[in-house]
């Protein structure tokens, strides 16, 4: 019997998954993961990467020899899609009277931890 060791990229230890042959193929390795993690196919897509090499396994042709260990990460069907969301941040005076300043921008698809709101607060 012939094995590779995974593990997700959240966890700390890994697990084995046994087959017989000196390789496995990426789609069937992903196959059995997802049955023994219980993950549905409909759902996520594994990104499988070597956990010595760093090498990511894309072909699901591609062999991946026994006793290899890699490291799994659950990604969206569609692929990863950057956040285009935009935020508008409203800083007209309001007409109650109350003296709170207010300016208008319009932020899109920026981290957060680069603005500097102080001026709005």
């Known amino acids: 019997m012939s094995c590779i060791h995974y593990k997700f990229s ?4 890994y697990d084995t998954v046994t ?5 496995i193929s990426l789609s069937d390795l992903k196959k059995t993961i997802m049955a023994r ?7 996520c897509d594994l990104q499988i990467t ?3 090499t760093k ?7 591609a062999l991946i020899p026994k006793n290899s260990s890699v ?3 659950r990604i969206p069907i569609g692929g990863v899609k950057s956040a285009g969301k935009s935020f508008v941040i409203d800083r007209s005076e ?12 319009k932020i899109q698809s920026e981290p957060f931890y680069w603005l500097n709101l102080s001026c709005c607060f």
Do not use: M, R, W
């Open 55 to 61: 090498e990511e396994y894309t072909d699901d042709n």
């Open 50 to 52: 070597n956990a010595q």
């Open 19 to 23: 087959f017989d042959g000196l390789h």
């Open 37 to 43: 993690e219980k993950l549905k196919a409909a759902d």
């Open 94 to 105: 309001p007409a109650s009277g109350t003296s709170k300043a207010v300016c208008k921008t």
């Open 10 to 13: 959240s966890k700390l230890n």
């Open 71 to 73: 490291i799994i990460k």
